[in-house]
């Protein structure tokens, strides 16, 4: 009796495991880092801190700052005690006026009384996603962008 050419069942699987070993290593890889939640959790954590400037600098009739600290992803807001912490992976750029630069990677945006701002736009970014937070310099306005 002539035997039958073909694969086994154990050799299909080993196969298959290898192909999906190999695929999680080639497309899993340029997407490590911080995720899409991670992304837009950043840029409302940084809308919400401020407008929390905004309203804290409204209620008190004094200027309020939210400062961010880019190479650490924190920022601190008027009143709070603890820093607000970014995911790791989240790249920042901010985009302020000169007045309120500290040093190359840390600086603020303020907002008076009136609800005006010195105005910026902090970039959260992750590899080529990424969302744009706004702040208009007269109305003081916070907003969210793609």
Known sequence: MKAQAGFTLLEVI?????????????LAGPLRGASSADLKYAARSLAS???QAQASAMATRRDAVLT???DSREFTIPGDVEPHKLPDGVD????TAQSEVASERRGAIRFYPDGSSTGGRVTVS???RKYLVDVDWLT????IGD
Do not use: E
Request: hydrophobic share 60%.
């Open 14 to 26: 080993v196969v298959l495991a290898i192909g999906a070993v190999i695929y999680a290593v080639l």
């Open 49 to 51: 801190g401020l407008r």
């Open 68 to 70: 961010l600290d880019l």
């Open 92 to 95: 920042l750029k901010l985009y």
């Open 126 to 128: 992750v590899g080529k």
């Open 140 to 143: 003081g306005r916070v907003s």
